[in-house]
T-cell receptor
Framework: GAVVSQHPSRVICKSGTSVKIECRSLDFQATTMFWYRQFPKQSLMLMATSNEGSKATYEQGVEKDKFLINHASLTLSTLTVTSAHPEDSSFYIC???????????FGPGTRLLVL | EDKVVQSPLSLVVHEGDTVTLNCSYEVTNFRSLLWYKQEKKAPTFLFMLTSSGIEKKSGRLSSILDKKELSSILNITATQTGDSAIYLCAALHNTNAGKSTFGDGTTLTVKP
């Protein structure tokens, strides 16, 4: 089945810095990838839909300028958290949807801690 | 606003017990209902339910969708400690292939 990787798996950064998280679809060309955020003991919240070759679609309440998404190829989407603050500390997970098999594959997630 | 509600939020049982987890949804452009198991990291896929009344089974887990009641249940029989996890259900939208709205999850703890 499709394998999705994320890098890094864990990152600690200082407040005010930017952090880039990569999501790769290893054996499937994904025109669409999804970015989720999960706070402790809460469910997954969809942040945005990443579309290859076009602008991402953001969910209500998610700041486009703070969470920059780039989907430059069919196998790579990146999420950049700009000027990160402690409240951005969370678990960020990407996923790809494999239409023919109708299955969603999640990446292993990236745990971000902003000090 | 699209909404998925799960109950109970948490559940503690003993090995061998049978549990039933509930999920209800109010989603425009509903396509399917998905169940996931989440342990320490990202969720793993369990079931996708599209048709009402057809039970899907995988080992000790089974699930069914009721489109009239806009709900689904996930049953786990003869629970084991390895079943301890958060169980998430999500409503798959008919637009924007793969877009899902998640419930808050049910945290299941199975004691030996």
């Amino acid at each position: 089945g499709a394998v999705v990787s994320q890098h890094p798996s864990r990152v600690i950064c200082k407040s005010g810095t930017s952090v880039k998280i990569e999501c790769r679809s290893l054996d499937f060309q994904a025109t669409t990838m999804f970015w989720y955020r999960q706070f402790p003991k809460q469910s997954l919240m969809l942040m945005a839909t990443s579309n290859e070759g076009s602008k991402a679609t953001y969910e209500q309440g998610v700041e486009k300028d703070k969470f920059l998404i780039n989907h430059a190829s069919l196998t790579l989407s990146t999420l950049t958290v700009t000027s990160a603050h402690p409240e951005d500390s969370s678990f960020y997970i990407c996923s790809v949807w494999r239409g023919p098999r109708e299955t969603q594959y999640f990446g292993p997630g990236t745990r971000l801690l902003v000090l | 606003e699209d909404k998925v509600v799960q109950s109970p939020l948490s559940l503690v049982v003993h090995e061998g017990d049978t549990v039933t987890l509930n999920c209800s949804y109010e989603v425009t452009n509903f396509r399917s209902l998905l169940w996931y198991k989440q342990e320490k990291k990202a969720p793993t896929f369990l079931f996708m339910l599209t048709s009402s009344g057809i039970e899907k089974k995988s080992g000790r887990l089974s699930s069914i969708l009721d489109k009239k009641e806009l709900s689904s249940i996930l049953n786990i029989t003869a629970t084991q400690t390895g079943d301890s996890a958060i169980y998430l259900c999500a409503a798959l939208h008919n637009t924007n292939a793969g877009k899902s709205t998640f419930g808050d999850g049910t945290t299941l703890t199975v004691k030996p």
